[in-house]
């Protein structure tokens, strides 16, 4: 994790307003408005790495409420559209979610069902997915 981290912030992109990280508080109103735990390495990333702007995918966020990324408003979007409520959405690509299982597994939900794409945690889904994007 500490190396996908390392190359993430290595990677991240200087912009006039910089995303801030949550704290621990903030991330208690996201479960409380999701009415779902954060899955563990679902919850490390939002407070180590979701403030980090890089490639064309925008992982969730959980420090403006305001945000097009802020994770409860994906949550209600993509379950608005189907996905099953168990999962916690990380990331929103062209109305498909890569989203995560309560044991952490990141999967990728598209066109109204599960794919076969699995990574082991978020952050095998960083490396793998994110930063070769």
């Known amino acids: ?9 290595e990677h991240n992109v200087n912009v006039p307003v910089p995303l801030e990280l949550p704290d621990d508080d903030a991330l208690v109103v996201v479960e409380e408005e999701l ?14 790495a979701s403030d980090v702007i890089y490639g ?4 969730v966020t959980a420090a403006d409420p305001y945000s097009h990324t802020y994770l409860p408003e994906v949550a209600a979007v993509a379950w608005a559209q189907g996905m ?9 690509t062209h109305g498909h979610y890569y989203c995560v ?4 597994e ?3 939900w598209r066109d109204g069902e ?12 960083v490396r793998d ?3 070769e994007s």
Do not use: I
């Open 129 to 131: 997915v994110w930063l």
């Open 101 to 104: 299982d309560p044991d952490g």
């Open 56 to 59: 064309s995918l925008e992982p």
């Open 84 to 92: 099953p409520r168990h999962l916690v959405p990380l990331c929103e």
């Open 35 to 48: 009415l779902l735990p954060l899955p563990r390495d679902l919850r490390d990333y939002l407070l180590q």
């Open 1 to 9: 994790m500490e190396d996908v981290l390392d190359e993430l912030r």
């Open 114 to 125: 599960l794919s076969d794409e699995t990574w082991a945690s978020v952050w095998h889904w």
């Open 106 to 108: 990141v999967q990728f």
